[in-house]
């Protein structure tokens, strides 16, 4: 068996809830995936800082490199709202997508027909939601210098600077046209081109990048137009394609589509080792409480093991099973099925690796 280095890092809130069944999960796929999996935990976010006093060590990111996939379950905690930009604990993850160079986000929306009830729109609106929003994570707003909170004659002046080189366009717009090509060809970029001068040079990078894809049909749509098309006709999307803030903001606008903010995966892949996160944050007020929907860190093992390990067959299967134990009626709290049999986080997570043991089972003939 190939053994693989796997860096857990639980985090806050219920980030060590939801990261415990993605963990159980990916272990009970060491004989499918004929491997064997080395878990090494590190701190982050405001766990970090209540111990270190930092909210990543190096050593921690270090251990990350070396890894050949990075866990992450959320990082935030309201006692640190007030702390200095450095100091609080979304800067760990920044720092970590950084340092790993992980600048291509992933994040599907799919909707589950038993979930349909779920979603704060009418079903004949949600039906056939199925897009993959493709963020560019490492650059923009988040990262542009100068940043920061400065006195200026006389009053505190906040500032942050959106940047993008053609370079990093560049590159996440490859990403997006050969994820379309995979898909149903059709390839959305969202920018603020009326306006801004960054999603100028974006849309015209974009143009450029499309001609080498004559397979895949490119439009452009300003981002308020996006998120009124979101809630309008959010079926016509296939591939969106935007910045950090922009894909910030409306993959989590796509994620409640679905049912709920907890059953978005994401993963991170980039230069270094690649990341996988669920969506929905820390969720402080229900932390400890059994009730976190564990289904968003469990798809995001489903992308490990398709883009790290290649094995698009055990994905499927991990898909398969969360649609399964959904369409028998189960969920958490967060997801409102009418009828349906309400539990909570071990017990939606160990019904799922139960339910992928049996579709693996039954594909090999046992």
């Known amino acids: 068996m190939t053994k693989k280095k796997i860096a857990v890092l639980p985090g806050d809130g219920i980030g060590p809830e939801v990261v415990k069944q993605g963990v159980s999960l990916l272990d009970s796929l060491s004989e499918a995936l004929d491997m064997t999996f080395e878990f090494s935990e590190y701190l982050i976010g405001g766990a970090c800082l209540n111990a270190h006093a930092v909210p990543v060590q190096d050593s921690t990111i270090s251990a990350c490199r070396q890894a050949d996939a990075v866990l992450l379950g959320a990082v935030g905690s309201p006692e640190f709202d007030n702390n200095p930009p450095h100091l609080r604990p979304e800067k760990a993850l920044l720092g970590m997508r950084a340092a790993l160079g992980v600048y291509c986000n992933l994040r599907p929306a799919k909707l589950y027909q038993s979930l349909a009830s779920a979603s704060p729109l009418k079903p004949e609106i949600v039906a056939g939601i199925d897009m993959l929003v493709v963020r560019e994570l490492t650059g923009g707003i988040y990262f542009g210098e100068p940043a920061g909170i400065a006195s200026e004659n006389g009053e505190d002046v906040g500032r942050n600077t959106m940047i993008y080189s053609e370079g990093e366009i ?151 099973a969360i649609e399964a134990v959904l369409e028998a009626g189960y969920h958490t709290a967060d997801l409102q099925v009418q009828d349906g049999t309400l539990i909570g986080t071990e017990e939606m997570g160990r019904l799922v690796i139960d339910k992928v043991a049996e579709m693996l089972a039954v594909g090999a003939g046992v």
């Open 170 to 320: 560049r590159r996440i717009a490859h990403q997006a046209f050969q994820f379309a090509q995979k898909r149903r060809g059709h390839v959305t970029s969202v920018d603020k081109a009326n306006v801004l001068s960054v999603s100028q040079l974006w849309r015209k990078v974009l143009t450029d990048v499309a001609s080498e894809y004559p397979d895949v049909t490119l439009s452009h749509m300003l981002v308020d137009n996006c998120a009124m098309q979101l809630v309008r006709n959010p079926a016509q999307f296939d591939v969106v394609v935007t910045g950090n803030l922009f894909g910030d903001i409306l993959s989590d606008e796509a994620s409640v589509l679905t049912g709920s903010i907890g059953m978005l995966p994401s993963a991170s892949l980039g230069d270094g080792a690649p990341l996988y996160e669920p969506v929905h944050g820390s969720a402080p007020d229900i932390a400890g409480t059994g009730k976190a929907n564990p289904l968003a860190m469990m798809a995001s093992i489903a992308m490990l093991v398709q883009y790290t390990f290649g094995r698009t067959d055990i994905a499927a299967a991990i898909e398969e």
